[in-house]
């Protein structure tokens, strides 16, 4: 069982900065594959970016260069570091953690992101 708490989000204005963090608990929890996740109002749930249990990182094509992840095995944790934000990329954001050996999903309650214009 993995469980996850996001962290990080909040108001900010266009061209700013954010640095999202999700803690997680688990004896297993370098073996997951991890990913952010992101959904707006009446959007779909989209994915941001994914980092393996080996730390490859993939980013949805119109975010690279602007958002980057990473995690921190030692601390449990998985961040995203979100430069340049736009308003288009207010949405509520996910982490989740999926078992590559089982299939298994766990996902983090949301933490909203709102960038004004």
């Known amino acids: 069982q993995v469980q996850l708490v996001e962290s990080g989000g909040g108001l900010v204005q266009a061209g700013g900065s954010l640095r999202l963090s999700c803690a997680a608990s688990?004896?297993?929890?370098?073996?997951?594959?991890m990913a952010w996740y992101r959904q707006a109002p009446g959007k779909e749930r989209d994915l941001v970016a994914t980092?393996?249990?080996?730390?490859?990182?993939k980013y949805a094509d119109a975010l690279k260069g602007r958002f980057t992840i990473s995690r921190d095995n030692a601390k449990n944790t998985v961040d995203l570091q979100m430069n340049s934000l736009e308003p288009e990329d207010t949405a509520v954001y996910y982490c989740?953690?999926?078992?590559?050996?089982?299939?298994?999903?766990?996902w983090g309650q949301g933490t909203q992101v709102t960038v004004s214009s």
């Open positions: 989740n953690a999926r078992g590559w050996w089982n299939s298994h999903n766990y």
């Open positions: 980092i393996s249990s080996s730390g490859s990182a």
């Open positions: 688990g004896s297993t929890f370098s073996r997951y594959d």
